[in-house]
């Protein structure tokens, strides 16, 4: 009886597991860099204070998707705009990071999907000037389990 219980719990504890949605890919921090030396984009405060990369686990990835959905519902509850916005409405590119007090940080690029199959260049989010809320970043940090402010491009 003991052993049916047992499996029961752990059959509820996976079935309980939330889907991924993130229409995301994982770019590296040295990638994101060179990306924007390049198109001569020069914002140093994109990742100032980082001192080195990681690679995302899978549980990491559930992480950023829980705390972006935070995110997003304290800003469908607060904007101004009266507008509601989805997860499942973005791809993302994320970069793991690690800041110089050795906290895990994702930084997530996002722009709306357009349901084409084509995905963008990294740098091209950077070549946006406007765009509303169809363009963000944000950073989520892994080790305090806790999200920045959603920053929008701007309105058009």
């Known amino acids: 009886m003991r052993r049916i219980i047992i499996i029961v719990i752990i059959g509820l504890a996976f079935s309980c597991k939330e889907e991924l949605k993130l229409n995301h890919k994982i770019v590296s921090l040295d990638s994101a860099i060179v990306k924007l030396k390049e198109s001569g984009i020069i914002d140093n405060s994109l990742f100032r204070n980082i001192k080195k990369s990681f690679s995302l686990t899978e549980q990491e990835i559930y992480e950023v998707q829980y705390n972006l959905k935070k995110s997003?519902?304290?800003?469908n509850n607060e904007n101004r705009y009266?507008?509601?916005?989805?997860i499942k409405a973005y791809r993302m590119f994320?970069?793991?990071?690690?800041?110089?007090?050795?906290?895990?940080l994702v930084k997530v690029f996002a722009?709306?999907?357009?349901?084409?199959?084509?995905?963008?260049?990294?740098?091209?989010?950077?070549?946006?000037?406007?765009?509303?809320?169809?363009?963000?970043?944000?950073?989520?940090?892994?080790?305090?389990?806790?999200?920045?402010?959603?920053?929008?491009?701007?309105?058009a």
């Open 72 to 75: 997003f519902t304290t800003y």
């Open 94 to 104: 994320l970069i793991p990071c690690v800041n110089l007090t050795n906290e895990k």
């Open 111 to 155: 722009y709306c999907d357009d349901e084409s199959s084509e995905w963008w260049g990294f740098i091209d989010f950077f070549n946006v000037e406007d765009g509303g809320s169809c363009y963000f970043r944000t950073t989520i940090n892994l080790s305090t389990k806790s999200a920045s402010v959603i920053l929008f491009n701007g309105r």
């Open 82 to 86: 009266n507008e509601k916005l989805e």
